[in-house]
């Protein structure tokens, strides 16, 4: 058995196979490397240079090609196709009449392609006319004097249109409107329509209302005047009784004035002189009777004297002391008297002072009263006024309407005339409402549709060419409208539609294909212009053409203007430019030509 070892520790048949094995590969790459030498110099002497190539397969000089500036007008145009028609159909519909009790029935009706002209009756309803007039207003309502408004205005346009003068032609439907109206009636051979018997009825309710409104009015003011007086009178009364209190007030001041007191005793005056007259008369009496007791005595104590005389003396006794007494009882009863006739002057002037408050409050309350019944009868009469100038103003508004009327049941206003009748879609006897018939203008339109990208370009108003060579048609348009968004009427998405309104003419379009040129823009005379391919940028990002001068060819710098038919309007910024001169449109190589 061998052991395990290193390297070193090969055998001898081992290394000598291993020295064969480094002999065989070294011999295999010596001829790996002869060969790629060979081939090396083979495909070297077959290989050119980039150079070499380009010396050998470069063109000869390519030549320009060289094109005259031109003088010509420029226009640019859009071109579609269409078909030609009458207008749009316009659907005919009888609005209902508020002066009319009931609705009408159709009595007459026109025929397919009968040509209505503007004031001709398009038909007839319970024997009425129906008159068709130019107006883009529809009738809407009943028209008659004191009326106003836009669609007043087209009636008396159509009215003056047709040699039926309605005065100014200001929208107001007044009597000279009504004139002209009732003879447009009648000019046609129709009655015109007067007012109803309602509007008759209502005009003489409002007049007897008037009536009653004025008997009311001079009423409330003959009650408002005597009213004024009222208030006068009792202020009048017032003050007179306001002066019969304060005059007995004074009376009565005056009296106790008169029955004033005494100095330091605070007695009246007239009291203390009836007591001063009683304590008088009874002392004058007491002497009396003193006297007389005297004089009897004597007679008593004297013999001599008869009995007679003694009863005389006791009679004059009784006489003196009953006069006496009757003094005495007179004095106070006089007192008494003027005791109380002062206690009764304090209490006459207290009286007379609360009839003079009395007077003052009583005047001052009959004299409100009577401005209050004046104020009443004032707003009575302002009352009674207003209402007589309402039904007055509504009288004279009824007095202005009992003119000619239109009903808005005859007419129909159409916003273009003549037209045609396009179909009927109602019958004689039905009711004269709704859709009775449809009409067409007699202006030829061709209706068309412009590309996306070509609908921008064109605008209502513009002038268009229309024509078919192969018909031998040539007529002129203008576009009347366009639509907003593409797809309607008829054309698909990818276009809009357009309508061309025909300018008269003798040939009849209607159903035929035509082309239709729209010029966009067009140059004022004849400009200077290059073909399209003459222009180019420069590295600024101006315009530029080349052109040949002296046998040289230079840059010359321009604005470019309007471009039609391959063609550019060209204006130097520098220098000038003019036709003939020759320009370079491309070039070409020598051996192609």
């Known amino acids: 058995m061998h052991g395990v070892g290193g390297p070193g520790s090969a055998s001898p048949d081992d290394r000598e196979l291993m020295s064969g094995k480094r002999i065989k590969i070294l011999l295999w790459v010596l001829g790996s490397v002869a060969a790629a030498l060979a081939l090396s110099f083979g495909f070297g002497s077959q290989i050119e240079s980039p150079a070499d190539v380009a010396a050998r397969t470069a063109p000869p000089a390519p030549s320009p090609i060289l094109v005259p500036v031109e003088e010509r007008v420029l226009s640019s145009s859009v071109v579609t196709r269409g078909t030609g028609r009458f207008g749009l159909p316009l659907p005919i519909s009888i609005a209902p009449s508020a002066l009319k009790p009931s609705q009408a029935l159709i009595t007459t009706l026109p025929l397919r392609n009968t040509p209505i002209e503007e004031g001709g009756v398009l038909l007839t309803a319970s024997g009425r006319p129906v008159f068709a007039l130019a107006g883009k207003i529809p009738a809407f309502r009943d028209l008659m004097p004191g009326t106003f408004g836009d669609d007043v205005l087209q009636l008396e346009a159509a009215l003056k249109r047709l040699g039926f003068d309605p005065g100014a032609v200001d929208g107001n439907y007044d009597l000279r409107s009504s004139a002209a109206l009732a003879a447009f009636y009648r000019d046609r051979g129709f009655e015109p329509f007067e007012p109803t018997a309602e509007q008759i009825a209502a005009l003489r309710t409002l007049e007897q209302d008037f009536g009653e409104a004025t008997k009311v009015k001079l009423t409330a003011e003959g009650i408002a005047a005597a009213a004024a007086l009222t208030v006068e009178s009792a202020r009048a009364t017032a003050e007179r009784d306001l002066r019969l209190a304060e005059s007995e007030l004074a009376t009565r001041l005056a009296d106790r004035d008169r029955l004033g007191t005494g100095s330091g005793t605070g007695t009246p005056l007239a009291v203390e002189s009836e007591r001063a007259k009683a304590q008088y008369a009874d002392s004058a009496a007491r002497a009396d009777l003193a006297a007389a007791i005297a004089e009897r005595a004597l007679v008593v104590l004297d013999p001599r004297q008869p009995e007679t005389a003694r009863a005389a003396a006791d009679a004059k006794l009784d006489l003196a002391r009953a006069s006496a007494l009757k003094t005495e009882l007179e004095g106070q009863v006089l007192v008494q008297i003027a005791e109380r006739d002062a206690q009764l002057v304090a209490e006459q002037v207290a009286s007379a002072e609360a009839a003079v408050r009395s007077a003052r409050l009583a005047g001052e309350m009959a004299v409100q009263a009577a401005l209050d019944a004046q104020k009443v009868a004032d707003l009575d009469v302002k009352l009674a006024t207003e209402r007589a100038a309402r039904l007055e103003a509504d009288l004279a508004l009824a007095r202005s309407r009992q003119g000619v009327q239109l009903p808005a049941d005859e007419v129909v206003f159409i916003p273009a005339m003549p037209v045609r009748v396009e179909e009927l879609t109602s019958l004689v006897g039905n009711v004269a409402n709704g859709p009775i018939l449809s009409v067409t203008d007699n202006q030829l339109a061709i209706d068309s549709g412009l590309a996306l990208d070509a609908a921008p370009l064109v605008k209502p108003g513009m002038a268009v060419e229309i024509d078919e060579a192969t018909l031998g048609i040539k007529a002129r348009g203008v576009v009347a409208w366009m639509a907003d968004v593409p ?34 823009q067009s140059t004022a005379g004849a400009v200077t212009v290059v073909p399209m391919s003459a222009l180019s940028l420069s590295a600024d990002g101006t315009s530029r053409v080349q052109v040949q001068r002296d046998g040289a060819l230079e840059y010359l710098a321009v604005r470019p203007g309007l471009s039609a038919d391959g063609f550019v309007e060209v204006t130097p910024v520098e220098g000038a430019l003019a036709p003939g001169q020759l320009v370079v449109v491309g070039y070409q190589n020598p051996e192609n030509a």
């Open 487 to 520: 797809g309607t009427n008829g054309v698909d998405g990818y276009h809009i539609y357009f309508e061309v309104r025909v300018v008269e003419t003798p040939t009849p379009l209607q159903g035929f294909s035509l082309r239709l040129t729209i010029p966009i």
